[in-house]
């Protein structure tokens, strides 16, 4: 089927230190990627997306680039904060709708 | 605008009661999603409409129903509740399906069946 698999967590940081989690999805087609990221008490909100191989996404520090040739589109931020403490979603559109990863919780401490 | 809200924010069932689970919207969006979330599956959609009047079964539909009488209102019923429908539960909207908008997701409902 139509699925997103990203590492598991948690992951646990230090601030300032280097996130990277990984995303692999199916490769039927080129489906747009998408991260949506969800704070403590709160309903998912996008973070980034791309639509079309080699399309990079970025906001807020974080970048994603959708590589057609591994099927991955790893999240990666070079310098973490206490306030990206946060569970991170790999999605794939999937006929118009979104297919998600299981969710990835990230802890950063001061 | 107040987005995407959903009622009530929490609930506790027993067994075999009923309840609606009601997401509003107040961006005149078209589309409208049902998610649950448990721990280590992600979210998985249940049931989302098209526009007003329509509904379609998702990934786990089976033991929801769901309706979209006004645009801007997406009702979720149980009509038995089970154990297993313990989750949380998310409601979404967009102005125009996946690859070309944003999904924007209300609070969640936590439900609890015993």
């Known amino acids: 089927g139509n699925s997103v698999t990203q590492m598991e967590g948690p992951v646990t940081l230090s601030e300032e230190a280097f996130l990277t989690i990984n995303c692999t999805y199916t490769?039927?087609?080129?489906?747009?990627l998408f991260w949506y990221v969800q704070y403590p008490g709160e309903g998912l909100q996008l973070l980034l997306k791309a639509t079309k191989a080699d399309d990079k996404g970025s906001n807020k520090g974080f970048e994603a680039t959708y590589r057609k040739e591994t099927t991955s589109f790893h999240l990666e931020k070079g310098s973490v904060q206490v306030s990206d403490s946060a569970v991170y979603f790999c999605?794939?559109?999937?006929?118009?709708?979104?297919?998600f990863g299981a969710g990835t919780t990230v802890t950063v401490r001061a | 605008n107040a987005g995407v809200t959903q009622t009530p924010k929490f609930r506790v069932l027993k067994t075999g009661q009923s309840m609606t689970l009601l997401c509003a919207q107040d961006m005149n969006h078209e589309y409208m999603y049902w998610y649950r979330q448990d721990p280590g599956m992600g979210l998985r959609l249940i049931h989302y409409?098209?526009?007003?009047?329509?509904?379609a079964k998702g990934e786990v539909p089976d033991g929801y129903n769901v309706s979209r009488l006004k645009k801007q209102n997406f009702l979720l019923g149980l009509e038995s509740a089970a154990p297993s429908q313990t989750s949380v539960y998310f409601c979404a909207s967009s102005y125009v399906p996946a690859p070309y908008n944003e999904q924007f997701f209300g609070p969640g409902t936590r439900l609890t069946v015993l």
């Open positions: 409409s098209v526009g007003e009047g329509t509904t």
């Open positions: 999605a794939r559109e999937n006929d118009y709708k979104l297919s």
């Open positions: 490769a039927t087609g080129y489906p747009s």
